[in-house]
């Protein structure tokens, strides 16, 4: 299976702040079928980028995503309160699907 | 506006088994797989399987293989997930998932999720 590795584990920054977020993947994951999520405590996850640059519906343009092959980025380029969660990168090229293991964003 | 709701808490016994319900709403029900997802607690996201609306087919990875089964019934837009043999190691929150049907995409909604904790 695909393993997807996020760096770093914790982020800890201010509001305002640039967040940088690493996804690298054991093997190529063709033509970007990569996307990340975001994840708020005690709620489901939430689709923010797929197919490594697009934003969903209703995303702000802060979140952009970008890469190909095994390395993906992820960048908030000025952090809101509400931005400080769980993000997890997913590829759904491969079966199985599978997640990182996450990057928590946390208050500095 | 598209929702997946998802059946209440459970509490099982090891060896017992869990039926998750997922009932779709706002969309056409056979124009998305329907993926489950489940999150142990303090962990991060572990895909379960996937349930194509349109003719049942399934799919799931190796290590739910035989565990793990997964339905759907068109007449109420309603997807079921069924986890069989339950050990400490499967108390985590479920949550349904769809992706569009036919090709390869990310989940774009979510259910809100079914707390399910397995204690003797």
């Known amino acids: 299976e695909v393993v997807l590795t996020q760096s770093p584990g914790t982020l800890s920054l201010s509001p305002g702040d640039r967040a940088t977020l690493s996804c690298r993947a054991s093997?190529?994951?063709?033509?970007?079928?990569l996307a990340w999520y975001q994840q708020e405590p005690g709620q489901a996850p939430r689709l923010l980028i797929y197919?490594?640059?697009n934003r969903a519906p209703g995303i702000p343009d802060r979140f952009s995503g970008s890469g190909s092959g095994t390395d993906f980025t992820l960048t908030i380029s000025r952090l809101e309160p509400e931005d400080f969660a769980v993000y997890y990168c997913?590829?759904?090229?491969?079966?199985?699907?599978?997640f990182g293991q996450g990057t928590k964003v946390d208050l500095k | 506006q598209v929702q997946l709701v998802q059946s209440g808490a459970e509490v099982k016994r090891p060896g017992a088994s869990v039926k998750v319900s997922c009932k779709a709403s706002?969309?056409?029900?056979?124009?998305?797989?329907i993926h489950w997802v489940r999150q142990a607690p303090g962990q991060g996201l572990e895909w379960m399987g996937i349930i194509d609306p349109r003719d049942i087919n399934t799919n799931s990875p190796h290590k739910f293989l035989g565990r793990v089964t997964m339905t759907r019934d068109t007449s109420s837009s309603t997807v079921y997930m069924e986890l069989s043999s339950l050990t400490s190691d499967d108390t985590a929150i479920y949550y349904c998932a769809r992706g569009r049907a036919g090709a390869k995409t990310a989940f774009d909604f979510w259910g809100q999720g079914t707390l399910v904790i397995v204690s003797s």
């Open positions: 997913q590829q759904y090229d491969h079966s199985p699907r599978t």
């Open positions: 093997q190529s994951v063709r033509s970007s079928y």
């Open positions: 706002a969309y056409t029900f056979t124009n998305y797989y």
């Open positions: 197919a490594a640059s």
